[in-house]
């Protein structure tokens, strides 16, 4: 497409690449990375003193009007709940724990934490809610002993608490309470008058003070407790406005549902407001068929200048725009970035989003995506360029060294900068597995070069190497880039394939399907379930084209896929089979759904599996 881009800043896109006798690989950015404050919360104290009545948080209340947060009110809040924390004697070894999701309470409480050098951690509600056994916030519990645990209503989260919660430990709810317990509400916290211990603790905090614990997805193992410090949040918000330089021209505002207990938006997003004094508007929709017309009333009422989400999240956005104009022309307004996380951007979805900007407004909205992870705060690696491609992630941020070193057929990528974490929380000996012997944390990603003869241009990502896995023949299967040519394939139908064949003789997938596969049914009827979706004679046949399409490129055993299954269950997140984010966790589905797999390999092979027909 050659229409334009609409203007926006982008840094400078400069690399440089040193090979290394051992194979290895080190990649830098020219850039070196700026100065960066020793707190975070020293911005919130500058945009207090010069914008005290712009909001920095709004979130719709139970009569679906937008309730702001100012800046002025945030700094207040903060000064307020951190003399409670502090009355309390909270510290790395008696955390705050917050167990509800994004609000404009947990938000004030987040900023006190930070405010006065109080670690806090947010925990998935989803393991609250979700789990029968709430075993993951027993786990987050013992790992960290909190001494303060909050949660946003004390009926929803009472079951988790009676299991995971000591009964000595106070609680502190928005709403109601738990009669035999020590409860405190949230409106008592904030009305404790701060005192000069306040401005003492905020000076003791240092680049090296632990500003939170963030958990792992424990996709393999139990969740492990993430150290960010200050220097990790700071230092990751001046990298990523060094590459993004029209974040400080215009202050940002965000339209944003994803999670704060995950780093892209605990960090990232909820400091970019913080730091650049913009505005995030709560989201409480989801890119869910149920969660998504939240998503959808919001942004026909607020333009972002900035927007995160996952692709599936861009895949339920672009349908609803297909046929409401006005919701195109409010979310084109004024958006200057587009950035697709957690997952592989589909290459048609990224055309029509670009086509449909282009009929609206005249110029196509950058897009560009990276790669990091908890453990990197998480900016790491940055694709600013204005013609971004699916599956290229670019150079390390400012202040970022890349390593990349041999693993099998991969490079595996390895960091290490002020924005890497020092370690895992009371788990020394993970901390030590997790870091080579200059320094480098192991990411088990993996990454090549755009272009090995100029490597110096930056990386595509490569899968997760622990994804990847040997056929019985020995042969190893690219998991990541299988995966991406599948979904590519069946888009716009395909939500997401889980492949199988570990010690086995031959490929299979699991496909999720998404609601659009209602317009492939014989019988309209059949879009009412998922099991009826999966059962319908045009779907079936659709499916089995794909396979056999997909058969027949494969060049080899550990790139030709032979069965599928369709499933007709969605993906669970109480099992761990779908992230927050929504995206999928290849592993947990595996586990969750070990009986589907034997019946995919079972001879003969019978409905519903699919079997690849011969040519």
């Known amino acids: 497409m050659s229409t334009p881009f609409r203007e926006i800043a982008l840094g400078p896109y400069e690399g440089r690449a040193e090979p290394r006798p051992d194979g290895s690989w080190l990649l830098h950015t020219n850039q070196p990375l700026g100065p960066y404050p020793q707190r975070l919360t020293e911005r919130l104290l500058h945009w207090a003193e010069r914008q005290p009545d712009q909001p920095l948080f709004a979130k719709r209340d139970a009569q679906g009007a937008w309730q702001h947060l100012t800046f002025a009110q945030a700094l207040e809040g903060a000064r307020r709940i951190g003399q409670s924390l502090l009355d309390r004697g909270l510290s790395a070894e008696r955390p705050l724990m917050i167990l509800s999701g994004n609000d404009l309470e947990h938000a004030q409480l987040a900023l006190a934490a930070l405010h006065v050098g109080v670690p806090f951690m947010a925990v998935s509600p989803a393991y609250s809610l979700l789990s029968p056994d709430a075993a993951r916030v027993a786990h987050a519990v013992q790992l960290l002993t909190p001494g303060l645990v909050y949660a946003s209503d004390a009926a929803a989260f009472r079951r988790a608490i009676d299991i995971a919660v000591p009964k000595d430990t106070e609680l502190a709810f928005g709403r109601g309470s738990i009669e035999g317990r020590p409860c405190t509400s949230f409106e008592a916290l904030r009305a404790r008058e701060a005192t000069p211990a306040v401005d003492a603790a905020h000076a003791a905090v240092g680049p090296d003070s632990i500003a939170k614990f963030l958990f792992t997805s424990g996709s393999t193992k139990l969740p492990k ?5 200050q220097r990790m949040l700071c230092s990751n918000q001046v990298a990523n406005a060094q590459c993004y330089p029209f974040l400080t021209e215009e202050k940002p505002v965000l339209v944003d549902w994803l999670p704060w207990h995950h780093t892209a938006a605990g960090n990232n997003n909820f400091g970019l407001v913080v730091f650049h004094g913009g505005t995030l508007y709560i989201d409480e929709g989801k890119p869910t068929p149920d ?23 861009l895949e339920s956005l672009v349908a609803a725009m297909r046929q409401d104009v006005p919701l195109r022309e409010r979310f084109f307004a004024r958006v200057r970035l587009i950035f697709p996380a957690g997952a592989a951007l589909p290459p ?3 055309a029509e989003l670009e086509s449909m900007a282009v009929q609206t407004v005249g110029a196509r909205i950058p897009m560009t995506m990276g790669l990091g992870m908890t453990e990197t705060a998480p900016f790491a690696i940055s694709a600013h360029l204005p013609d971004w491609q699916p599956g290229l992630i670019g150079l390390p941020a400012p202040g970022t060294t890349v390593k990349l070193v041999p693993s099998g057929d991969k490079l595996e990528v390895r960091y290490r900068g002020p924005n890497i974490t020092p370690g895992y929380w009371r788990q020394p000996e993970l901390t030590a597995e997790a870091f080579d012997d200059e320094g480098f944390f192991c990411s088990g990603d993996a990454a090549r070069f755009i272009d090995e003869a100029r490597p110096e241009q930056g990386l595509r990502f490569d899968g997760r190497i622990a994804e990847d896995f040997k056929l019985i023949s020995g042969t190893w299967v690219n998991v990541g880039a299988l995966r991406n040519q599948v979904i590519a394939a069946g888009a716009p139908y395909v939500q997401d394939v889980v492949l199988t064949g570990h010690d086995r003789d031959a490929l299979g997938m699991l496909v999720f399907l998404l609601p659009a596969a209602a317009e492939l049914c014989r019988d309209p009827a059949a879009a009412a379930s998922l099991a009826a979706l999966c059962d319908d004679p045009g779907v079936v046949g659709w499916a089995q084209r794909l396979l056999d399409e997909q058969a027949a490129r494969g060049t080899g055993s550990s790139n030709r896929i032979v069965r599928a299954l369709l499933l007709r269950e969605p993906a669970s997140v109480g099992l761990g089979e779908m992230t927050d984010k929504g995206s999928i966790n290849q592993r947990a589905v595996l586990k969750a759904r070990a009986a589907l797999v034997e019946q995919l390999y079972a001879e003969p092979a019978e409905a519903p599996v699919l079997v690849a027909r011969p040519g």
Do not use: M
């Not at 407790?225 to 410090?229: D, H, P, R």
């Not at 969660?291 to 599936?312: H, Q």
């Open 348 to 350: 048609p979805l990224k």
């Open 225 to 229: 407790a993430v150290v960010n410090t």
């Open 291 to 313: 969660g998504i017309a939240e998503t959808l009333r919001n942004l026909r009422e607020v333009s972002p200048t900035v927007y995160y989400t996952v692709p599936k999240g």
